[in-house]
Protein backbone atom coordinates (compact mmCIF):
# COMPACT_ATOMS: atom_id res chain seq x y z
CA UNK A 1 0.00 0.00 0.00
CA UNK A 2 1.20 3.58 -0.52
CA UNK A 3 1.13 5.36 2.21
CA UNK A 4 -0.13 8.69 0.39
CA UNK A 5 -3.01 7.01 -1.01
CA UNK A 6 -4.78 4.91 2.11
CA UNK A 7 -7.90 4.35 0.21
CA UNK A 8 -8.71 1.59 -2.02
CA UNK A 9 -11.85 1.21 -4.53
CA UNK A 10 -13.10 -1.84 -5.98
CA UNK A 11 -16.40 -2.07 -8.47
CA UNK A 12 -17.37 -5.35 -10.07
CA UNK A 13 -18.79 -4.11 -13.60
CA UNK A 14 -21.38 -6.09 -15.48
CA UNK A 15 -21.74 -5.24 -19.41
CA UNK A 16 -23.86 -6.82 -21.51
CA UNK A 17 -23.69 -6.31 -25.26
CA UNK A 18 -25.91 -4.04 -27.14
CA UNK A 19 -24.80 -5.21 -30.46
CA UNK A 20 -22.22 -7.59 -32.24
CA UNK A 21 -19.08 -7.13 -31.36
CA UNK A 22 -15.31 -8.71 -30.78
CA UNK A 23 -11.99 -7.43 -30.30
CA UNK A 24 -9.56 -9.41 -32.62
CA UNK A 25 -6.51 -11.08 -32.15
CA UNK A 26 -3.87 -10.60 -34.94
CA UNK A 27 -4.22 -14.45 -35.89
CA UNK A 28 -4.55 -15.89 -39.29
CA UNK A 29 -7.08 -17.95 -40.43
CA UNK A 30 -7.54 -20.07 -43.80
CA UNK A 31 -11.10 -19.49 -44.04
CA UNK A 32 -12.39 -16.06 -42.51
CA UNK A 33 -10.61 -12.69 -42.59
CA UNK A 34 -11.31 -12.33 -38.88
CA UNK A 35 -9.87 -14.14 -36.08
CA UNK A 36 -11.41 -13.27 -32.45
CA UNK A 37 -9.57 -12.60 -29.23
CA UNK A 38 -10.14 -15.65 -26.94
CA UNK A 39 -9.62 -16.73 -23.48
CA UNK A 40 -7.81 -20.08 -22.12
CA UNK A 41 -11.02 -21.92 -21.81
CA UNK A 42 -11.54 -20.64 -25.37
CA UNK A 43 -14.57 -17.94 -24.87
CA UNK A 44 -14.57 -14.63 -26.26
CA UNK A 45 -13.37 -12.05 -23.51
CA UNK A 46 -12.49 -8.54 -22.97
CA UNK A 47 -9.00 -7.79 -22.44
CA UNK A 48 -7.93 -4.91 -19.58
CA UNK A 49 -5.68 -3.21 -22.10
CA UNK A 50 -9.09 -2.92 -24.14
CA UNK A 51 -11.21 -1.79 -21.33
CA UNK A 52 -8.32 0.60 -19.82
CA UNK A 53 -7.53 2.10 -23.38
CA UNK A 54 -11.29 2.57 -23.65
CA UNK A 55 -11.89 4.42 -20.60
CA UNK A 56 -8.58 6.30 -20.44
CA UNK A 57 -9.66 7.93 -23.66
CA UNK A 58 -12.75 8.98 -22.82
CA UNK A 59 -11.60 10.58 -19.67
CA UNK A 60 -9.14 12.34 -21.38
CA UNK A 61 -11.71 13.83 -23.76
CA UNK A 62 -13.60 14.77 -21.05
CA UNK A 63 -11.33 15.87 -18.41
CA UNK A 64 -7.86 16.68 -20.34
CA UNK A 65 -4.80 15.03 -20.74
CA UNK A 66 -3.58 16.99 -17.53
CA UNK A 67 -5.97 15.00 -14.92
CA UNK A 68 -5.69 11.98 -17.22
CA UNK A 69 -2.46 11.08 -16.51
CA UNK A 70 -2.92 11.55 -12.60
CA UNK A 71 -4.86 8.37 -13.21
CA UNK A 72 -3.93 6.23 -15.46
CA UNK A 73 -0.59 6.71 -14.97
CA UNK A 74 1.99 8.13 -17.59
CA UNK A 75 6.00 7.53 -18.62
CA UNK A 76 7.97 10.04 -21.13
CA UNK A 77 11.07 10.01 -21.22
CA UNK A 78 12.58 9.22 -17.41
CA UNK A 79 10.08 10.84 -15.54
CA UNK A 80 6.49 8.98 -15.24
CA UNK A 81 4.28 7.22 -12.21
CA UNK A 82 2.11 3.80 -12.69
CA UNK A 83 -1.56 4.20 -13.00
CA UNK A 84 -3.88 4.11 -9.57
CA UNK A 85 -6.53 1.96 -11.77
CA UNK A 86 -6.28 -1.61 -11.81
CA UNK A 87 -8.73 -3.32 -14.84
CA UNK A 88 -9.21 -6.69 -15.12
CA UNK A 89 -10.50 -9.11 -18.36
CA UNK A 90 -14.07 -8.96 -18.70
CA UNK A 91 -14.91 -12.77 -18.83
CA UNK A 92 -18.24 -14.37 -20.20
CA UNK A 93 -21.44 -15.40 -18.32
CA UNK A 94 -22.96 -18.74 -18.86
CA UNK A 95 -26.55 -19.25 -19.51
CA UNK A 96 -27.22 -19.28 -15.65
CA UNK A 97 -25.41 -15.93 -15.27
CA UNK A 98 -22.26 -17.40 -13.66
CA UNK A 99 -18.91 -15.91 -14.80
CA UNK A 100 -16.75 -18.08 -16.32
CA UNK A 101 -13.71 -17.95 -13.73
CA UNK A 102 -10.94 -20.45 -14.16
CA UNK A 103 -10.14 -23.55 -16.17
CA UNK A 104 -13.42 -25.08 -17.25
CA UNK A 105 -14.03 -28.42 -18.72
CA UNK A 106 -17.92 -28.15 -19.45
CA UNK A 107 -17.71 -25.31 -21.80
CA UNK A 108 -19.47 -27.73 -24.58
CA UNK A 109 -22.57 -28.44 -22.38
CA UNK A 110 -24.08 -24.94 -21.69
CA UNK A 111 -26.38 -24.03 -24.98
CA UNK A 112 -24.52 -20.36 -25.05
CA UNK A 113 -21.17 -21.28 -24.03
CA UNK A 114 -21.43 -23.76 -26.76
CA UNK A 115 -22.27 -21.20 -29.39
CA UNK A 116 -19.95 -18.60 -28.26
CA UNK A 117 -16.96 -21.16 -28.19
CA UNK A 118 -17.32 -21.76 -32.19
CA UNK A 119 -14.38 -19.84 -33.97
CA UNK A 120 -16.63 -17.42 -35.69
CA UNK A 121 -20.04 -17.26 -34.03
CA UNK A 122 -21.39 -14.44 -36.94
CA UNK A 123 -20.09 -13.62 -39.99
CA UNK A 124 -21.11 -10.50 -41.29
CA UNK A 125 -20.24 -10.15 -45.61
CA UNK A 126 -19.01 -6.24 -46.22
CA UNK A 127 -17.95 -5.03 -49.61
CA UNK A 128 -16.62 -1.80 -50.02
CA UNK A 129 -17.96 0.81 -52.41
CA UNK A 130 -15.88 2.81 -55.00
CA UNK A 131 -17.05 6.83 -56.23
CA UNK A 132 -19.43 4.97 -59.07
CA UNK A 133 -21.70 2.88 -56.32
CA UNK A 134 -19.69 -0.44 -57.19
CA UNK A 135 -17.32 -2.81 -55.07
CA UNK A 136 -14.16 -1.34 -54.84
CA UNK A 137 -10.95 -3.49 -56.35
CA UNK A 138 -10.03 -5.78 -53.20
CA UNK A 139 -12.60 -4.01 -51.49
CA UNK A 140 -14.52 -7.71 -50.81
CA UNK A 141 -14.49 -8.91 -47.19
CA UNK A 142 -15.83 -10.48 -43.57
CA UNK A 143 -16.28 -9.65 -40.18
CA UNK A 144 -16.64 -12.23 -37.49
CA UNK A 145 -18.20 -11.18 -34.67
CA UNK A 146 -19.72 -12.38 -31.29
CA UNK A 147 -23.49 -11.53 -30.65
CA UNK A 148 -25.51 -9.15 -29.35
CA UNK A 149 -26.57 -9.96 -25.25
CA UNK A 150 -23.66 -11.59 -24.30
CA UNK A 151 -22.37 -10.58 -20.91
CA UNK A 152 -19.13 -9.87 -19.27
CA UNK A 153 -18.03 -9.27 -15.67
CA UNK A 154 -14.55 -7.12 -15.28
CA UNK A 155 -13.08 -6.03 -11.47
CA UNK A 156 -11.85 -2.39 -11.63
CA UNK A 157 -9.01 -1.24 -8.37
CA UNK A 158 -8.41 2.46 -7.63
CA UNK A 159 -6.24 3.49 -4.83
CA UNK A 160 -7.21 7.06 -3.52
CA UNK A 161 -5.93 9.57 -1.00
CA UNK A 162 -9.18 10.01 -0.10
CA UNK A 163 -9.49 13.88 -1.09
CA UNK A 164 -12.55 15.30 -2.39
CA UNK A 165 -11.24 15.85 -6.20
CA UNK A 166 -9.90 12.14 -6.16
CA UNK A 167 -12.74 10.76 -4.90
CA UNK A 168 -14.79 12.85 -7.65
CA UNK A 169 -12.48 11.50 -10.01
CA UNK A 170 -13.26 7.75 -9.17
CA UNK A 171 -17.08 9.00 -9.73
CA UNK A 172 -16.17 10.24 -12.70
CA UNK A 173 -14.61 7.15 -14.54
CA UNK A 174 -17.74 5.08 -13.37
CA UNK A 175 -20.22 7.14 -15.07
CA UNK A 176 -18.06 6.82 -18.04
CA UNK A 177 -19.13 3.16 -18.32
CA UNK A 178 -22.60 4.88 -18.88
CA UNK A 179 -21.56 6.78 -22.15
CA UNK A 180 -22.92 6.22 -25.37
CA UNK A 181 -19.16 6.83 -26.67
CA UNK A 182 -18.29 3.56 -24.17
CA UNK A 183 -17.60 1.18 -26.97
CA UNK A 184 -15.24 -2.21 -27.13
CA UNK A 185 -13.59 -3.93 -30.06
CA UNK A 186 -12.90 -3.33 -33.82
CA UNK A 187 -15.89 -1.48 -35.79
CA UNK A 188 -16.89 1.17 -32.84
CA UNK A 189 -18.35 3.63 -35.38
CA UNK A 190 -19.66 1.02 -37.67
CA UNK A 191 -22.17 0.03 -34.77
CA UNK A 192 -20.17 -2.61 -33.39
CA UNK A 193 -19.31 -2.92 -29.44
CA UNK A 194 -22.42 -0.71 -27.71
CA UNK A 195 -22.30 -1.97 -24.33
CA UNK A 196 -24.82 -1.15 -21.37
CA UNK A 197 -23.95 -1.60 -17.82
CA UNK A 198 -26.32 -4.53 -16.93
CA UNK A 199 -25.25 -4.51 -12.89
CA UNK A 200 -22.55 -2.63 -10.93
CA UNK A 201 -21.28 -3.13 -7.20
CA UNK A 202 -18.67 -1.45 -5.47
CA UNK A 203 -17.32 -0.56 -2.16
CA UNK A 204 -14.20 1.64 -0.50
CA UNK A 205 -11.91 0.73 2.47
CA UNK A 206 -10.05 3.34 4.16
CA UNK A 207 -7.25 1.67 5.45
CA UNK A 208 -5.99 4.27 8.06
CA UNK A 209 -9.12 2.56 10.65
CA UNK A 210 -9.22 -1.18 11.67
CA UNK A 211 -12.42 -1.67 9.96
CA UNK A 212 -10.93 -0.28 6.76
CA UNK A 213 -8.57 -2.83 7.09
CA UNK A 214 -10.28 -5.93 7.84
CA UNK A 215 -12.91 -5.21 4.98
CA UNK A 216 -10.05 -4.57 2.89
CA UNK A 217 -8.04 -8.26 4.01
CA UNK A 218 -11.69 -9.77 3.26
CA UNK A 219 -12.43 -8.37 0.14
CA UNK A 220 -13.56 -10.19 -2.94
CA UNK A 221 -11.36 -11.97 -5.36
CA UNK A 222 -13.39 -13.49 -7.81
CA UNK A 223 -16.22 -11.62 -9.82
CA UNK A 224 -18.63 -14.05 -8.61
CA UNK A 225 -17.77 -12.89 -4.92
CA UNK A 226 -18.03 -9.45 -5.43
CA UNK A 227 -21.45 -9.50 -6.29
CA UNK A 228 -21.83 -9.02 -2.71
CA UNK A 229 -20.65 -5.44 -2.80
CA UNK A 230 -23.08 -3.41 -2.55
CA UNK A 231 -24.96 -2.16 -6.01
CA UNK A 232 -24.30 1.37 -6.84
CA UNK A 233 -25.90 3.82 -9.09
CA UNK A 234 -23.75 6.63 -10.92
CA UNK A 235 -24.60 9.58 -13.51
CA UNK A 236 -23.98 8.85 -16.53
CA UNK A 237 -21.45 10.99 -18.41
CA UNK A 238 -22.04 12.42 -21.85
CA UNK A 239 -20.90 15.23 -24.14
CA UNK A 240 -22.31 14.16 -27.18
CA UNK A 241 -24.48 15.24 -29.75
CA UNK A 242 -27.59 13.43 -31.48
CA UNK A 243 -29.58 13.14 -34.08
CA UNK A 244 -32.48 11.45 -34.97
CA UNK A 245 -34.46 10.43 -37.92
CA UNK A 246 -37.83 8.46 -38.17
CA UNK A 247 -38.13 6.21 -41.81
CA UNK A 248 -40.22 4.28 -43.28
CA UNK A 249 -39.24 2.46 -46.67
CA UNK A 250 -41.56 3.83 -49.43
CA UNK A 251 -41.91 -0.75 -50.77
CA UNK A 252 -38.81 -3.06 -50.53
CA UNK A 253 -35.20 -2.99 -49.27
CA UNK A 254 -33.09 -5.44 -49.04
CA UNK A 255 -29.36 -5.56 -47.32
CA UNK A 256 -27.24 -8.68 -48.95
CA UNK A 257 -25.38 -11.45 -47.22
CA UNK A 258 -28.30 -13.14 -45.87
CA UNK A 259 -28.42 -16.86 -45.56
CA UNK A 260 -31.16 -18.08 -43.66
CA UNK A 261 -35.05 -17.50 -45.24
CA UNK A 262 -36.77 -15.33 -42.44
CA UNK A 263 -40.79 -14.58 -42.82
CA UNK A 264 -41.13 -16.13 -45.79
CA UNK A 265 -44.09 -17.74 -46.83
CA UNK A 266 -43.34 -19.14 -50.24
CA UNK A 267 -42.22 -22.79 -51.23
CA UNK A 268 -39.51 -22.43 -52.35
CA UNK A 269 -36.41 -19.98 -50.64
CA UNK A 270 -35.71 -16.98 -52.64
CA UNK A 271 -32.02 -16.93 -54.18
CA UNK A 272 -31.03 -13.51 -52.53
CA UNK A 273 -31.64 -12.50 -48.51
CA UNK A 274 -31.71 -10.18 -46.39
CA UNK A 275 -29.49 -10.01 -43.56
CA UNK A 276 -30.72 -11.66 -40.13
CA UNK A 277 -28.87 -12.18 -36.97
CA UNK A 278 -29.45 -14.06 -33.93
CA UNK A 279 -29.12 -12.88 -30.31
CA UNK A 280 -28.97 -14.15 -26.91
CA UNK A 281 -31.73 -13.01 -24.93
CA UNK A 282 -31.93 -12.77 -21.11
CA UNK A 283 -35.35 -13.51 -18.98
CA UNK A 284 -34.79 -13.24 -15.18
CA UNK A 285 -31.28 -13.76 -15.44
CA UNK A 286 -31.28 -16.89 -17.81
CA UNK A 287 -30.18 -16.67 -21.12
CA UNK A 288 -30.96 -18.53 -24.25
CA UNK A 289 -30.68 -18.32 -27.54
CA UNK A 290 -32.82 -16.07 -29.51
CA UNK A 291 -34.56 -16.08 -32.63
CA UNK A 292 -33.44 -14.54 -35.18
CA UNK A 293 -34.20 -10.94 -36.58
CA UNK A 294 -33.67 -9.14 -39.63
CA UNK A 295 -30.51 -6.62 -39.61
CA UNK A 296 -29.85 -2.76 -41.07
CA UNK A 297 -26.07 -2.72 -40.35
CA UNK A 298 -24.63 0.23 -39.52
CA UNK A 299 -22.08 -0.29 -42.47
CA UNK A 300 -24.72 0.33 -44.41
CA UNK A 301 -25.85 3.38 -43.38
CA UNK A 302 -22.34 5.16 -43.22
CA UNK A 303 -21.49 3.95 -46.65
CA UNK A 304 -24.47 5.62 -47.95
CA UNK A 305 -23.82 8.95 -46.11
CA UNK A 306 -19.90 9.30 -46.43
CA UNK A 307 -20.79 9.47 -50.13
CA UNK A 308 -23.09 11.30 -50.44
CA UNK A 309 -21.50 13.96 -47.50
CA UNK A 310 -18.73 13.79 -49.80
CA UNK A 311 -20.55 15.01 -52.72
CA UNK A 312 -22.22 17.86 -50.53
CA UNK A 313 -19.07 19.17 -49.51
CA UNK A 314 -17.16 19.01 -53.27
CA UNK A 315 -20.35 20.84 -54.19
CA UNK A 316 -20.29 23.47 -51.30
CA UNK A 317 -16.93 24.59 -52.18
CA UNK A 318 -16.77 24.10 -55.34
CA UNK A 319 -13.73 21.60 -55.54
CA UNK A 320 -15.47 19.68 -58.90
CA UNK A 321 -14.09 16.66 -59.87
CA UNK A 322 -11.86 16.69 -63.33
CA UNK A 323 -10.45 13.20 -64.53
CA UNK A 324 -10.73 10.10 -62.74
CA UNK A 325 -13.17 10.43 -59.46
CA UNK A 326 -11.64 10.34 -56.32
CA UNK A 327 -12.37 8.26 -53.31
CA UNK A 328 -15.01 9.89 -50.61
CA UNK A 329 -12.67 8.73 -48.28
CA UNK A 330 -9.77 11.10 -49.85
CA UNK A 331 -11.75 13.85 -49.18
CA UNK A 332 -10.49 15.85 -45.52
CA UNK A 333 -13.67 16.62 -44.53
CA UNK A 334 -14.69 13.02 -44.71
CA UNK A 335 -11.92 11.75 -42.53
CA UNK A 336 -12.15 14.84 -39.85
CA UNK A 337 -15.92 13.70 -39.69
CA UNK A 338 -16.34 9.58 -40.67
CA UNK A 339 -12.59 9.07 -39.71
CA UNK A 340 -9.78 7.41 -42.23
CA UNK A 341 -7.94 3.81 -41.44
CA UNK A 342 -3.94 4.65 -41.26
CA UNK A 343 -1.37 2.70 -43.43
CA UNK A 344 2.82 3.60 -43.45
CA UNK A 345 2.46 6.83 -45.11
CA UNK A 346 -0.21 8.10 -43.13
CA UNK A 347 -1.54 7.92 -39.32
CA UNK A 348 -5.01 6.59 -39.13
CA UNK A 349 -7.92 9.10 -37.35
CA UNK A 350 -11.27 7.81 -35.80
CA UNK A 351 -14.77 9.43 -36.79
CA UNK A 352 -16.49 11.52 -34.84
CA UNK A 353 -19.93 9.78 -35.65
CA UNK A 354 -21.08 6.75 -34.08
CA UNK A 355 -23.92 4.86 -35.99
CA UNK A 356 -25.63 1.59 -34.02
CA UNK A 357 -26.61 -1.46 -35.51
CA UNK A 358 -30.69 -1.74 -35.93
CA UNK A 359 -32.05 -4.77 -35.10
CA UNK A 360 -35.82 -5.12 -36.71
CA UNK A 361 -38.27 -6.79 -34.67
CA UNK A 362 -41.39 -6.64 -36.63
CA UNK A 363 -41.02 -7.17 -40.43
CA UNK A 364 -42.80 -7.88 -43.32
CA UNK A 365 -41.04 -10.68 -46.15
CA UNK A 366 -42.01 -10.62 -49.69
CA UNK A 367 -40.49 -11.78 -52.55
CA UNK A 368 -39.90 -10.45 -55.95
CA UNK A 369 -38.85 -12.47 -59.20
CA UNK A 370 -36.26 -11.42 -62.14
CA UNK A 371 -35.73 -12.62 -65.26
CA UNK A 372 -32.56 -11.68 -67.54
CA UNK A 373 -33.48 -10.42 -71.21
CA UNK A 374 -31.50 -11.24 -74.34
CA UNK A 375 -30.18 -7.80 -75.71
CA UNK A 376 -30.20 -9.49 -79.14
CA UNK A 377 -33.66 -11.62 -79.35
CA UNK A 378 -35.72 -9.49 -76.31
CA UNK A 379 -36.35 -13.59 -74.93
CA UNK A 380 -35.37 -14.49 -71.55
CA UNK A 381 -32.28 -15.69 -71.39
CA UNK A 382 -32.49 -19.65 -70.02
CA UNK A 383 -31.60 -20.39 -66.39
CA UNK A 384 -31.37 -16.56 -65.54
CA UNK A 385 -34.57 -16.52 -63.71
CA UNK A 386 -34.23 -15.42 -59.61
CA UNK A 387 -36.45 -14.53 -56.85
CA UNK A 388 -35.15 -11.54 -54.82
CA UNK A 389 -36.27 -11.69 -50.62
CA UNK A 390 -37.20 -8.06 -49.69
CA UNK A 391 -38.43 -6.38 -46.66
CA UNK A 392 -41.73 -4.34 -47.07
CA UNK A 393 -42.43 -0.86 -46.09
CA UNK A 394 -40.11 -0.81 -42.96
CA UNK A 395 -40.03 1.48 -39.80
CA UNK A 396 -36.37 2.47 -38.27
CA UNK A 397 -35.55 4.71 -35.87
CA UNK A 398 -31.82 6.30 -37.00
CA UNK A 399 -29.88 7.56 -34.52
CA UNK A 400 -26.11 9.42 -34.83
CA UNK A 401 -24.21 10.26 -32.12
CA UNK A 402 -21.40 12.91 -32.39
CA UNK A 403 -18.66 13.24 -30.16
CA UNK A 404 -18.75 16.70 -29.11
CA UNK A 405 -15.43 17.67 -28.82
CA UNK A 406 -12.83 20.06 -30.32
CA UNK A 407 -12.33 18.33 -33.28
CA UNK A 408 -16.46 18.68 -33.88
CA UNK A 409 -16.84 22.19 -32.96
CA UNK A 410 -13.63 23.12 -35.63
CA UNK A 411 -15.13 21.41 -38.36
CA UNK A 412 -16.46 24.60 -41.26
CA UNK A 413 -19.72 25.76 -42.03
CA UNK A 414 -19.29 23.47 -45.15
CA UNK A 415 -19.06 20.41 -43.53
CA UNK A 416 -22.21 20.91 -41.24
CA UNK A 417 -23.72 22.17 -44.17
CA UNK A 418 -23.27 18.76 -46.20
CA UNK A 419 -23.95 16.78 -43.47
CA UNK A 420 -27.37 18.17 -43.06
CA UNK A 421 -27.99 17.69 -46.71
CA UNK A 422 -27.29 14.55 -46.62
CA UNK A 423 -29.43 13.41 -44.12
CA UNK A 424 -31.91 15.62 -45.82
CA UNK A 425 -31.38 13.37 -48.81
CA UNK A 426 -32.18 10.15 -46.73
CA UNK A 427 -35.03 11.27 -45.43
CA UNK A 428 -36.21 12.91 -48.85
CA UNK A 429 -36.16 9.29 -50.31
CA UNK A 430 -33.34 10.71 -52.31
CA UNK A 431 -30.57 8.24 -50.88
CA UNK A 432 -31.58 4.80 -50.81
CA UNK A 433 -29.89 1.82 -48.82
CA UNK A 434 -28.83 -1.61 -49.67
CA UNK A 435 -29.01 -3.22 -52.76
CA UNK A 436 -30.60 -2.04 -55.68
CA UNK A 437 -31.10 1.42 -55.40
CA UNK A 438 -31.00 2.44 -59.09
CA UNK A 439 -33.52 -0.21 -59.23
CA UNK A 440 -36.09 1.67 -57.25
CA UNK A 441 -35.50 0.10 -53.80
CA UNK A 442 -34.12 1.42 -50.66
CA UNK A 443 -36.16 4.29 -50.64
CA UNK A 444 -36.73 5.32 -47.45
CA UNK A 445 -39.22 8.82 -46.55
CA UNK A 446 -38.92 10.54 -43.32
CA UNK A 447 -41.75 11.41 -41.24
CA UNK A 448 -40.31 14.34 -40.02
CA UNK A 449 -37.18 16.75 -40.19
CA UNK A 450 -33.99 15.29 -38.69
CA UNK A 451 -34.22 16.08 -34.81
CA UNK A 452 -31.14 17.49 -33.30
CA UNK A 453 -30.79 17.22 -29.29
CA UNK A 454 -29.64 20.79 -29.28
CA UNK A 455 -32.70 22.03 -31.20
CA UNK A 456 -30.29 22.32 -34.26
CA UNK A 457 -27.42 25.01 -33.06
CA UNK A 458 -24.51 23.44 -34.38
CA UNK A 459 -25.64 22.46 -37.81
CA UNK A 460 -27.12 25.45 -38.13
CA UNK A 461 -24.08 27.03 -38.08
CA UNK A 462 -23.24 25.71 -41.14
CA UNK A 463 -26.53 26.80 -42.61
CA UNK A 464 -25.54 30.35 -41.60
CA UNK A 465 -22.65 30.53 -43.46
Known amino acids: MNPNKPVYHQALVTLQALSAHGVRSGAADFVQDVVLLRDANGLPALPGTSLAGVLRHLYAAEHGE ?136 AQRWDLRDADGKTGFIGRPRTRMHARKLPAVEVQAVSSGLQVELELTSEAGWRIGGGDIPLGFTGTETPDLL ?121 DIRLCLQLQNNQRLQALPATARQALQLALEDLAGGRLPLGANGSRGQGVFIGKQPAQWSDGGVWVGQGEQA
Open 274 to 394: PQSEWRIDWKADKASIGKRVHLLPATAIKGALVHRFAYHHRCLTQNWVSGEPEQAHAEPAVQELFGVAGNRNSEGRAGLVFIDDLYLESTVATSQMHNKIDQFTGGVINGALYEEGLLWQT
Open 66 to 201: ECTDALFGFARGSTGHCSAITVGWGLVHDSNNQVLEGLREDVQQDPVLYELSQPHPIVRQRVRLDARGTAADTGKFDVSLIPAGTRYSTLLGYWSDGSEAEEQAWKDLLGLLYSPFFRLGHGTRNGAGVFAVQALH
